[in-house]
């Protein structure tokens, strides 16, 4: 079964850090771009951060640039993102999701799998 | 940057209607690059339609992407109790590489 487990969550104080931590399994992990999507309470989603499968290309949200880091492990299966400077209103369910990139006669770009989320709370 | 902007905020419809959700983007939007996605409350986003108009895996035939350039539309055919949800479009772009629309909420009238 595909499946992205995300964890590391939790309650911080404003300033503080985090390391959140996103398990793949029943897929070829290092074939696939994957990305970090957050979601503030009661609000819609927002795209945090993208890494190609390669590590070689890498972005952010204007939002989190400067502060969080997204990496990942290809060995172990596993997608990061550490936060630091964190605020309240990084305040999030934060989501794994991978990449599809569908080539036909045109490419075709979705996140076709995602994790259930693991909850940041920032507050002091 | 590319802003997605859904309308309406709310539809609230009763099961076996018609529903069409839109997306409306402040420039043009490749097709191939449009996805919807439902939510439902405590549960991650599921792909529903990719390249404005292709059914994922698994998605039930009442479910329609169409549209081009700054406009997009789902509809749902006949609602089913399950499809009451929150409703996003989103887009492929280069920078950054994907952004959401602010989503459509379904809800049971």
């Known amino acids: 079964e595909v499946q992205l487990v995300e964890s590391g969550g939790g309650l911080v104080q404003p300033g503080g850090s985090l390391r959140l931590s996103c398990a793949a399994s029943?897929?070829?992990?290092?074939?696939?771009?994957m990305n970090w999507v957050r979601q503030a309470p009661g609000k819609g989603l927002e795209w945090v951060s993208y890494?190609?499968?390669?590590?070689?290309?890498?972005y952010y949200a204007d939002s989190v640039k400067g502060r969080f880091t997204i990496s990942r492990d290809n060995a172990k299966n596993s997608l990061y993102l550490q936060m630091n400077s964190l605020r309240a209103e990084d305040t999030s369910v934060y989501y794994c999701a991978r990449e599809r990139v569908m080539v036909t006669t045109q490419y075709y770009y979705y996140m076709d799998v995602w994790g259930k989320g693991t909850t940041v709370t920032v507050s002091s | 940057e590319i802003v997605l902007t859904q309308s309406p905020g709310t539809l609230s419809l009763s099961p076996g209607e018609r529903a069409t959700l839109s997306c409306r983007a402040s420039?043009?939007?490749?097709?191939?690059?449009l996805a919807w996605y439902q939510q439902k409350p405590g549960q991650a986003p599921r792909l529903l339609i990719y390249g404005a108009s292709s059914r994922a895996t698994g998605i039930p035939d009442r479910f329609s992407g169409s549209g081009s350039g700054t406009d997009f539309t789902l509809t749902i055919s006949r609602l089913e109790p399950e499809d009451f949800a929150v409703y996003y479009c989103?887009?492929?772009?280069?920078?950054?590489?994907?952004?959401f629309g602010q989503g459509t909420k379904l809800e049971i009238k």
């Open positions: 989103q887009q492929y772009g280069y920078s950054p590489p994907y952004t």
């Open positions: 890494i190609s499968s390669s590590r070689s290309t890498i």
């Open positions: 420039q043009s939007v490749s097709s191939s690059y």
């Open positions: 029943g897929f070829t992990f290092s074939s696939y771009s």
